[in-house]
């Protein structure tokens, strides 16, 4: 079995800054991508950021580029989202999301988080 744990929500000032940190673990033999998304209420789910094993590719929403970064440490199975420059509309549930192989069974799957609350707001 497989989970993803997200950490480091909270609330936080505009302008302020906010590191989450998702950690998978289980039975993972390989991980291909993670990413975090962003549920706002009354919103659909949206990308905020990817990052790919293969090239260490990122992918950025473009309300975020140069605010946001995100970084993986492939011997913790974790992703980290660093959020500078916080602004209001950057409030929203943040999700973690990511492609995974099962060492049990060698099948691929898509997991979720769930998820942890980012408000900003002064």
């Known amino acids: 079995q497989v989970q993803l744990v997200e950490s480091g929500g909270g609330l936080v000032q505009p302008g302020g800054s906010l590191r989450l940190s998702c950690e998978a673990s289980?039975?993972?033999?390989?991980?291909?991508?993670m990413g975090w998304y962003r549920q706002a209420p009354g919103k659909q789910r949206e990308l905020v950021a990817t990052?790919?094993?293969?090239?260490?590719?990122?992918n950025y929403q473009d309300s975020v580029k140069g605010r946001f970064t995100i970084s993986r440490d492939v011997a913790k199975n974790t992703v980290y989202l660093q959020m500078n420059t916080l602004k209001p509309e950057d409030t929203a549930v943040y999700y973690c999301?990511?492609?995974?192989?099962?060492?049990?069974?060698?099948?691929?799957?898509?997991?979720w988080g769930q998820g942890t609350q980012v408000t900003v707001s002064s």
């Open positions: 999301n990511a492609d995974i192989q099962d060492i049990r069974t060698s099948a691929w799957s898509n997991y």
């Open positions: 289980g039975s993972i033999k390989s991980i291909t991508a």
């Open positions: 990052y790919t094993t293969a090239g260490s590719n990122t």
